[in-house]
Nanobody
Framework: QVQLVESGGGLVQPGGSLRLSCAAS???????MGWYRQAPGEPRELVATITSKAATNYADSVKGRFTISRDNAKNTVYLQMNSLKPEDTAVYHCNLKRYNSLGYFLSEYWGQGTQVTVSS
């Protein structure tokens, strides 16, 4: 059973910064890790993803403010969030997708989520 453990959420003022971390209990050679968020009454949306070869993808709403990175030796993905806005308030969930050597999707895992609140 793969577990994803998130940390780093909290309350921050507009314009502030937070860094989220997500550690996977098991490492896979071919995978994509990422962050999704869900605000109350809204569907879950993609924030950013990073492949095992470090290719990144960002939602337009966070480009230039958020940076995703990973440490493959630690099976950990990070999300550095700068210039935070009240509309960034949401529960942030870590996600891991596994693929085989041909690029076919195998399985997906989710973390429990960490609350990020941006408010003055």
């Amino acid at each position: 059973q793969v577990q994803l453990v998130e940390s780093g959420g909290g309350l921050v003022q507009p314009g502030g910064s937070l860094r989220l971390s997500c550690a996977a209990s098991v490492g896979f050679s071919i995978n994509t890790m990422g962050w999704y968020r869900q605000a109350p009454g809204e569907p879950r949306e993609l924030v950013a993803t990073i492949t095992s070869k470090a290719a990144t993808n960002y939602a337009d709403s966070v480009k230039g403010r958020f940076t995703i990175s990973r440490d493959n030796a630690k099976n950990t993905v990070y999300l550095q969030m700068n210039s935070l806005k009240p509309e960034d308030t949401a529960v942030y969930h870590c996600n891991l997708k596994r693929y085989n050597s041909l690029g076919y999707f195998l399985s997906e895992y989710w973390g429990q989520g960490t609350q990020v609140t941006v408010s003055s």
